[in-house]
């Protein structure tokens, strides 16, 4: 008897160290605001809306210290409808990203699962001054949604940082019985921080051919995307270039074949020492023979009221040409018309 509880109390101890070794996070975002848009085929609306600034969200994170170095991490994220209180997803647990795998910070890191593609890093992080958030983000008129944005199925390897250098590699598989080419992903990224600049260049490509197995391969043509994006912070002010170049089939974006490029040129300055003004201009060239290109001008303000809690106004105006229908949208929803206005509020927890 007095063994049994002796190896109890043994066990429970180990049980107690173990838990100490682990760690996770809930965590989460939390945004609403106001946005008028205009310009839209239906008219005007005016609307009170989530993730504006930032997708509304909750997530769990946890890491494990393995010993070594070596670590077990995991992600398991929602998107919410702040407005309404839904998924905004309907059906879905955990779709911005769910993952699990190990990080060393000598080998870098590898997990699998549902994540963002390089090259939706290299636009929010490196290139928008927006942060891919607002009526100014650069996803109104860059290809960054879709399979673009996230991608399931996916591996990631990403290096440690090596003087200033990092390396990211995805790829993500079809599962597309019959044809193992069939929807694959692959997106690989190389970038490089040092002090003031930060520069990162990012490719992506996808097979959108689609097959079942009771149904021949739909072929269609590859779709590519390329981006280089550089800021520089001259304390003042930070300056951002960004060059995106498509070509190809993107079934998930567009109905159609897709032969274009972007450019953007942008700023963000410190104002006070609470605020942040954001500007950006984005020129979309349509290389087809429609020819239908598209300029976007935005600008924005945020005023941190704590560590936590931010404020924000922004206003983007697209022009359209040659029947272009690019429409003037936020961080989680394409937009209805031409032009939109946003004020709302952020808390991230």
């Given at each position: 008897?007095?063994k049994s509880?002796?190896?109890?109390a043994?066990l429970?101890?180990?049980?107690?160290?173990?838990f100490?070794q682990s760690?996770?996070?809930?965590?989460?975002?939390?945004?609403a605001?106001?946005v008028?848009?205009?310009?839209?085929?239906a008219g005007s609306?005016?609307k009170?809306?989530s993730g504006?600034g930032?997708?509304?969200r909750?997530?769990?994170?946890?890491?494990?210290?393995l010993g070594?170095?070596?670590n077990?991490?995991?992600?398991?994220?929602?998107?919410?409808?702040?407005?309404t209180g839904?998924s905004d997803?309907?059906?879905s647990?955990?779709?911005r990203q769910s993952?699990?795998?190990?990080?060393s910070a000598?080998?870098?890191?590898?997990?699998l699962?549902?994540?963002?593609?390089?090259?939706?890093?290299?636009?929010?992080?490196?290139?928008d001054?927006?942060?891919?958030g607002l009526?100014?983000?650069?996803k109104n008129?860059?290809?960054?949604?879709?399979?673009n944005?996230?991608?399931?199925?996916?591996v990631?390897?990403?290096t440690?940082?090596?003087n200033?250098?990092t390396?990211e590699?995805?790829?993500a598989?079809g599962?597309?019985?019959g044809d193992?080419?069939a929807?694959?992903q692959l997106?690989?990224s190389v970038?490089?921080?040092?002090?003031?600049?930060?520069?990162r260049?990012?490719?992506?490509?996808?097979?959108?051919?689609?097959?079942a197995?009771?149904?021949p391969?739909?072929?269609t043509t590859?779709?590519h995307?390329?981006?280089l994006?550089?800021?520089?912070?001259?304390?003042v002010a930070?300056?951002?270039?960004?060059y995106?170049?498509?070509?190809g089939?993107?079934s998930?974006?567009?109905?159609?074949?897709v032969?274009?490029?972007?450019?953007?040129v942008g700023?963000t300055?410190?104002?006070?020492?609470?605020?942040t003004?954001?500007a950006?201009?984005?020129?979309k060239?349509d290389k087809?023979?429609?020819?239908?290109?598209?300029d976007?001008w935005a600008?924005?303000?945020?005023h941190a009221?704590?560590k936590?809690?931010s404020?924000?106004?922004?206003y983007?105006?697209i022009?359209?040409?040659?029947?272009a229908?690019?429409?003037?949208?936020?961080?989680?929803?394409?937009?209805?018309g031409?032009?939109?206005?946003?004020i709302?509020?952020?808390h991230?927890f």
């Open positions: 008897m007095k509880i002796i190896s109890i043994i429970g101890a180990m049980s107690n160290v173990a100490a760690n996770v996070t809930i965590y989460g975002i939390v945004d605001g106001i008028s848009e205009r310009g839209g085929k609306v005016t009170v809306t504006v930032s997708a509304s909750l997530g769990f994170k946890g890491t494990e210290d070594g170095g070596l077990a991490v995991f992600v398991l994220e929602s998107g919410i409808k702040a407005d839904e997803v309907a059906g647990i955990a779709n993952y699990v795998g190990l990080k000598t080998a870098g890191s590898l997990t699962g549902r994540q963002y593609t390089p090259y939706y890093n290299t636009l929010s992080q490196v290139a001054p927006f942060a891919a009526a100014g983000s650069a008129l860059f290809m960054a949604s879709g399979n944005t996230r991608t399931s199925n996916s990631v390897y990403a440690p940082a090596l200033g250098f390396a590699a995805a790829y598989l599962e597309q019985s193992n080419s929807s694959r997106g690989l970038g490089y921080a040092n002090g003031p600049l930060t520069a260049a990012a490719f992506n490509s996808r097979n959108n051919d689609t097959t197995p009771t149904t391969v739909v072929n590859m779709g995307n390329a981006l994006a550089v800021n520089y912070d001259f304390a930070k300056a951002f270039f960004a995106g170049k498509d070509k089939n993107f998930s974006i567009a109905p159609k074949d032969d274009s490029s972007e450019i953007l700023a300055a410190p104002v006070g020492p609470a605020g003004l954001m950006s201009f984005i020129r060239n087809l023979a429609s020819n239908q290109d598209a976007q600008i924005g303000y945020s009221l704590s936590r809690t404020t924000y106004v922004a983007a105006k022009k359209n040409k040659n029947g229908t690019y429409t003037v949208g936020n961080n989680s929803e394409v937009g209805t031409d032009k939109a206005f946003n709302g509020v952020k991230a």
